[in-house]
């Protein structure tokens, strides 16, 4: 694949081609777990996704149970968690691997040297910036806030782009 939009990767709720209808928009793309200590970034990412989804942005989970079986639900109880805990308005994909042998497409070329930010996912709540034709402007890692002013900075201006 030549560009993040590319890939076909389903909806939480099955649906398909999660990516397609998002082409030209900025996008922050997070591995999300429910049972992390990260989780409470949700909250955080639902205020990006309020404050910045009417200037062509979105934020886009993608559940993952790989790192300390902190996902272990099935997709409705994903869907139950985020909307009740956190308001999530934001899509989510199906439950991936983003990191080892079986890791998705689309988490390989994400991670792929020629994008700039290679190695592996180390975590839940790894970020990374894709701009509105696909390209990966930066990665970020679990530790980083969505209120980071580095992240909000980075945001601001791939939005301007």
């Not at 429910?34 to 989804?53: H, M, V």
């Not at 559940?63 to 968690?81: D, K, L, T, V």
């Amino acid at each position: 694949m030549s560009d993040f939009f590319g890939f076909a990767v389903r909806r939480l709720d099955g649906a398909p081609d999660l990516l397609a209808g998002l082409r030209g928009k900025v996008v922050l793309a997070v591995n999300v777990a429910s049972r992390c200590g990260y989780t409470p970034q949700y909250a955080g990412l639902e205020r990006l996704q309020q404050e910045l989804e009417d200037q062509n942005f979105t934020v886009l989970g993608f559940p993952c149970n790989q790192f300390g079986a902190q996902e272990p639900g099935s997709a409705a109880e994903i869907a139950e968690f985020c909307s009740a805990t956190y308001g999530v308005s934001f899509p989510l994909s199906e439950k991936i691997e983003v990191t080892g042998a079986h890791r998705h497409p689309l988490y390989a070329w994400l991670t792929a040297p020629e994008n700039g930010f290679p190695g592996d996912v180390a975590w839940n709540f790894e970020k990374f910036l894709i701009d509105g034709r696909g390209r990966v402007v930066r990665r970020y890692p679990s530790a980083t806030k969505p209120e980071d002013s580095g992240l909000l900075q980075d945001l601001a201006d791939t939005v301007a782009i």
